[in-house]
């Protein structure tokens, strides 16, 4: 195992009905809330309602910024940080899926620092992030997560489009861990079926990535990691088919928190998650759901990546995850990608990038835009290999 250094320091709240305990940990934190949600579903649902009255209860007042969409915009998370500013708020309350709590993580800095958050973006050319990354201080944060994906509510990391240059990419520091997470399954039981399954396969990514680059000796993470994949296998096809299955729910939202957190990437010596970087640069220029993207690149990724540079690690997760039976290792790995294909399936996420009116004579730039974001000027997306332009693109064009 390779030596790491570990700090979970988010307090979790989990349980049905723990929704309601906001306004008593608000109090906690500070005297006036900006409560960040998306536009719909938390009103739709009638979540927010039951936030609005739970601070109410304890008498904190509060400002909504409600305008947050999927994949949240860099002039959404200015707006919202001027709008803490101009009304004082002292904390940030997230209130719905990951786009709203990266927004939220992102406002708590911006706010703070007052500099506009593509200052904190790596492609800028500006080139600030070098001094500005990690960010130390935001305002406190509480996250509410409403869907089981993204484990934003627990960690440092706040993922950002600049819709301008189509960069999507990360910014983080541990002043944005929030304070505090409340996990309420309940929450989740109006997720519809098709974001159940986009949920579910970013939750598989964030397992399957860091397991499947790793050396095999760091034993604990890594029955974790299959505890986990196992879960997630069983349960999202019963919780798109049952949405307030009680278990589903509540094993998918811990699972996605556990997924992304340290104790199933430390001592792996691995830093970072090379497909979500392919990914994030199509969901940057064509508004992919970043799970569905995942699952389209992870078949190509398997085959041309994985299966060259680390086929024993593919067949154990077959072996422990997707029932392969095979005893040979390049057998067992080759019999893992149609199990993984099918599971996606089940899910109804097997689409084609084409699919998406993406003309596919955009995919070298693309390629090189996922690298120059996603290797820091590196000239290549550390992974199990140095993934250049051509590698990027070859799975682009695989799943075309
Ligand atoms: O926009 P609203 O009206 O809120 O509706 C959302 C949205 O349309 C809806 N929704 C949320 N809660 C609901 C609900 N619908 C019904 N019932 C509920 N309870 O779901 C849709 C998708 O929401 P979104 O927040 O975009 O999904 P998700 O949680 O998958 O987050 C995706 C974003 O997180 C980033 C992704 O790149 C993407 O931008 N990621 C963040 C990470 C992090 N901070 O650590 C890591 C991830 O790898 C990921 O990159
Ligand atoms: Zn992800």
Request: proline share 6%.
């Amino acid at each position: 195992m390779i030596p790491f250094e570990l700090s979970f320091p988010t307090r979790i709240l989990f349980g049905e009905g723990e929704l309601a305990k906001i306004g008593q940990e608000a109090l906690k934190l500070g005297q006036k809330a900006l409560l960040v949600t998306g536009g719909k579903s938390a009103k739709a649902t009638g979540i927010l309602d039951k936030a609005i009255a739970s601070l109410q209860q304890v008498n904190l007042p509060y400002v909504l910024f409600d305008r947050i969409e999927p994949n949240p915009r860099t002039t959404t998370v200015d707006a919202g940080a001027a709008m803490a500013r101009e009304n004082h708020c002292d904390f940030i309350i997230a209130l719905g899926g990951g786009s709203v709590m990266d927004a939220a993580k992102a406002i708590a800095a911006a706010a703070l620092s007052n500099r506009p958050i593509y200052d904190y973006m790596r492609g800028n050319p500006a080139n600030l992030w070098r001094e500005l990354l990690p960010i130390k201080e935001a305002l406190p944060l509480m996250c509410i997560p409403t869907v089981a994906a993204t484990g934003s509510e627990a960690n440092h990391g706040s993922v950002l489009t600049h819709w301008e240059s189509h960069e999507k990419s990360s910014i983080n520091g541990p002043g944005m861990i929030p304070k505090v997470a409340i996990l309420d399954p309940t929450l989740t039981y109006t997720v519809p079926p098709h974001i159940t399954a986009e949920a579910s396969a970013d939750i598989f990514s964030h397992l399957f990535e860091s397991y499947l680059i790793s050396n095999s000796t760091s034993h604990v993470q890594d029955g974790f990691s299959e505890s986990l994949i196992r879960n997630v296998v069983h349960f999202a096809p019963i919780a798109m088919r049952q949405p307030d299955h009680a278990e589903a729910r509540a094993t998918l939202l811990w699972a996605s928190t556990l997924a992304i957190s340290a104790f199933t990437r430390a001592g792996r010596g691995i830093a970072g998650y090379p497909l979500h970087q392919v990914e994030h640069t199509l969901s940057g220029y064509y508004d992919i759901a970043h799970g569905r993207g995942l699952a389209i690149l992870a078949i190509p990724y398997f085959q041309q990546i994985i299966l060259q540079d680390r086929p024993e690690r593919l067949a154990r997760m077959g072996r422990e995850c997707f029932g392969v039976t095979e005893t040979d290792d390049i057998a067992a790995a080759q019999a893992t990608i149609p199990a993984v294909q099918a599971w996606f399936a089940q899910l109804g996420i097997t689409q084609r990038l084409a699919d998406f009116s993406i003309p596919r004579e955009v995919l070298p730039d693309l390629a090189a835009e996922a690298v120059r974001i996603g290797g820091n000027g590196s000239g290549y997306i550390l992974g199990s290999r140095q993934l250049k332009t051509e590698d990027v693109l070859a799975i682009y064009e695989a799943c075309y």
